[in-house]
């Protein structure tokens, strides 16, 4: 029988890193145009500011792309057994840490071999195998779904691996229905909120920058969530990402855009990396 966890091939990566980026032009001139400017009363000035803003952008986006590839080609290179070591360490921290034992709500990705995600196949099966009785150990866990390449991605609730099937790019996602025909619950109108996000990305500074692979899928869905959090009177979740030694960066060789968003700390092979004053607050 076909191991649940199984990862996805490599044509996914080919698949997702030539994804177009989230951000096209006219996107970057909505959000730049400042409301005083109408379009046909733009000033000179207004016009100058706007190509100007247009064009640091672009260099971003070059930038981020240049990044992007030698990361990749750092995480093609990185050996196996090096590899293996890390993802058991980096689960073995999270497991460990105070902040997951009293999570009870939380949003994890489902790690892709062939993306050279590190490894969650631990955390999963430790959440979805707890015991019901053991109220303290109870987590309700969602997972992402892509439902377009428009930047939308819902997270689903599942209780089992056998909710999972293979997306059209061989990744395991939760089914939008459960065996009986419901929905399944989506983390955006739940009633209740989530406690953690776990993230994956391609590179992370010890300042909280993250570089995804330019779909704008988790930077979007996550503006997303802290708008929800912030109209119900929600305490924000921590956003903790799950690294490679290699994934971490100098400081400022990520650039930022308007619309990235910071994570609270990294967890890498050697521990927990807390950034944010959220996750300082429970760093012990």
Known sequence: ??????????????????????????????????????????????????????????????????????VKRDLKSMDSTLRSQEDEAIQRIVMEAPWFKACKRLCAYISCSALREVDTTQILSHVLGSHPEDLQMQKKLFVPRVEDRNRNMRMLHISSADDLIASSM?????????ADGNEREDVLFANEPVDLFLLPGLAFDKAGRRLGRGGGYYDTFLSRYQ?????????????????YSVQIVD?????????????????SPSGVIPISPAALEIRH
């Open 1 to 70: 029988m076909t191991n649940p966890w199984t990862v996805a091939t490599s044509a996914t990566a080919v698949a997702l890193s030539s994804t177009r980026f989230f951000f096209t032009r006219s996107a970057i001139l909505r959000r730049q145009v400042s409301p005083r400017y109408g379009v046909a009363t733009m000033s000179a000035t207004g016009e100058k500011n706007l190509s100007s803003d247009a064009a640091h952008l672009e260099t971003i986006f070059k930038q981020k792309k240049a990044l992007r590839s030698v």
């Open 170 to 178: 061989d990744i395991l996602e939760p089914a939008p229905v459960d």
């Open 227 to 243: 708008e929800l959090a912030m109209e119900q009177n929600w305490k924000q979740p921590l956003k903790i990402a799950l690294c």
């Open 251 to 267: 400081e400022g060789t990520i650039p930022l855009t308007p619309n990235d968003i910071l994570v609270d700390a990294l967890v």
